[in-house]
């Protein structure tokens, strides 16, 4: 079998960088004693080089231990089936695979593959494995409760109307906050209020409909709420999983999937580090990532360059706050080149401000004087301050219309830290340096993100849950790294 196996082969690849990685911590998962287990690093080794070869399915890699020469021979013709393959990828890897992916990417920085000068910085969205219209949207639950709520109101007024001096010593609940329970006992006490009383017929039949769903839906809603958090969505088979809009709409329906944000940072078409997320945008990603890729690496890159969809105030400062040079793009960067944007006046980038006075000029030349500052918490509980400038008179202004079409006189909003922030930011960005990072993002991690789906055809998780679509997440990163290697 060894002279069968060519000397470049990327499977002597795979089982050299595995064999060279320390993989105590997996080791420690396993209790002594027992039935002697299949070794890790064979199944570590057998697992990756699945992913190598885009057979990602646990059955498919124990039909290629039985019929492929490579996977033999990395497993030393031992025959572990797809229950004992997919209970290591799962259980074994959960806490362990990226302090593993880690000493690979610690790996190629020693043998000079790649240095962290410089990272790029993107995500992608890839489908969960759960049925696309198992949804459940967190305003909707709203919604229904709220229905709840007023019926359960007019319920209780019905039975006032008909059963008063039953209801007497009943004072009426408070329909504002209502749980299971709470409603359990409303409709308890209609019920014994409206024995014997002539009842109609359609509430009789709500009452029965109420009796028997309302406090079951609640309960359900609460533990959908739970499950959800802070998102808007949710699917009912992961739970995990929100509901994203994808870029592969082969419908061109702009139907929704549930989905994870997979965001990844690559050098030299390496990937770095990878997190998953549960949100829809990049923006909010970015600190909790670089986060990780400095508690996995214990370095950080020099510069990080990304595409528009990262440049906010907070990131701005994040970046600055840990010595990474930002050449991340704002919204509007590319807008703002061309002429038709330098020359509008009306643009409160282009209005005069005078800083002794603190004070901006309209395009009629009003002063538009300081009216008080205003806070704004973003998602991640960062404060963001921004000063209101509003002009004296905007009545009967000739300008009115393409200047300011609200009623009142013209408000604007400054923020002169993120102004900051987007100078030095341009300034690098059109800079010799900032021109060759521009053009080498798209050729890096686009790349990679492209080779991934489109080559290697992962385009689904397999699994279920973000700690398990984590894992799958870092075996193809760890994949697509190893790959690049051999090449
Ligand atoms: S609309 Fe108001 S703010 Fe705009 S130019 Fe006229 S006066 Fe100035």
């Known amino acids: 079998m060894e002279e069968m196996i060519s000397p470049n082969h990327s499977v002597r690849v795979v089982n050299q960088v595995i064999d060279n990685l320390n993989l105590d911590p997996v080791l420690k998962q396993y209790a002594g004693g027992g039935c002697p287990a299949y070794h890790p690093r064979m199944m570590l080794k057998v697992l990756v080089y699945g992913y190598v070869t885009n057979l990602y399915s646990s059955r498919k890699i124990e039909q290629a231990l039985h019929e492929n020469i490579h996977f033999m021979w990395l497993s030393g013709m031992s025959y572990p089936d797809h229950n004992t393959i997919n209970r290591f990828r799962s259980d074994r890897l959960k806490e362990v695979l990226k302090a593993v992916f880690s000493q690979v990417v610690l790996l190629l920085i020693d043998h000079g593959h790649i240095d962290l000068r410089e990272a790029y910085l993107d995500g992608t969205k890839i489908e969960a494995n759960a049925n696309r219209y198992t949804f459940v949207w967190g305003k909707a639950i709203?919604?229904?409760r709220e229905r709840i709520k007023s019926?359960?109101?007019?319920?209780?007024?019905?039975?006032?109307?008909?059963?008063?001096?039953?209801?007497?010593?009943?004072?009426?609940?408070?329909?504002?906050?209502?749980?299971?329970?709470?409603?359990?006992?409303?409709?308890?006490?209609?019920d014994k209020a409206l024995e014997g009383k002539e009842v109609d017929t359609k509430k009789k039949q709500k009452l029965n409909y109420a009796r028997k769903n309302w406090p079951e839906n609640l309960k359900k809603y609460d533990h959908q709420q739970k499950q959800m958090g802070d998102r808007n969505s949710m699917s009912k088979t992961d739970p995990d999983a929100t509901f994203m809009r994808m870029k592969e709409d082969h419908m061109l329906n702009g139907q929704l999937k549930p989905a994870y944000n997979w965001q990844i940072t690559t050098q030299?078409?390496?990937?770095?580090?990878?997190?998953?997320?549960?949100?829809t945008t990049d923006t909010t990603t970015l600190p909790d990532h670089i986060d990780q890729l400095k508690q996995n690496l214990g370095?950080?890159?020099?510069?990080?360059?990304?595409?528009?969809?990262?440049?906010?105030?907070?990131?701005?400062?994040?970046?600055?706050d840990n010595n990474i040079e930002a050449y991340v793009k704002f919204n509007n960067f590319h807008k703002e080149q061309c002429q038709k944007w330098k020359e509008d006046p009306h643009r409160i980038e282009n209005l005069h401000y005078n800083e002794e006075q603190d004070r901006y000029y309209c395009p009629m030349g009003q002063p538009m004087n300081n009216i008080g500052n205003r806070l704004r918490k973003t998602t991640l509980g960062y404060t963001q301050n921004t000063t209101l400038y509003q002009a004296q008179n905007c009545k009967g202004c000739p300008m009115r219309g393409p200047c300011h079409r609200g009623e009142g006189n013209r408000i604007i909003e400054?923020?002169?830290?993120?102004?900051n922030y987007k100078q030095i930011v341009r300034e690098k960005l059109n800079s010799e340096q900032g021109l060759k990072y521009r053009s080498q993002r798209p050729a890096d991690v686009e790349a990679v993100f492209g080779s991934i789906k489109h080559n290697h055809d992962f385009k689904k998780f397999?699994?279920?849950?973000?700690?398990?679509?984590?894992?799958?997440?870092?075996?193809?990163?760890?994949?697509?790294?190893?790959?690049?290697?051999?090449?």
Not at 414 to 419: F, K, T
Not at 468 to 486: C, D, F, M, P, Y
Request: aromatic share 8%.
């Open 268 to 279: 030299d078409q390496y990937i770095l580090g990878y997190t998953l997320h549960q949100t």
């Open 299 to 320: 370095i950080l890159p020099g510069a990080l360059v990304a595409d528009a969809g990262y440049g906010s105030e907070q990131n701005y400062k994040y970046l600055e």
């Open 142 to 144: 709203n919604n229904n």
């Open 462 to 487: 397999m699994l279920r849950g973000i700690e398990k679509t984590q894992i799958e997440a870092g075996l193809v990163s760890l994949a697509h790294n190893l790959r690049k290697l051999t090449n």
């Open 151 to 190: 019926q359960l109101k007019e319920l209780w007024a019905y039975a006032e109307s008909v059963a008063k001096s039953e209801l007497e010593h009943n004072e009426p609940d408070d329909f504002e906050e209502i749980d299971a329970e709470k409603v359990a006992r409303t409709i308890e006490t209609i």
């Open 414 to 419: 400054a923020n002169p830290l993120l102004v």
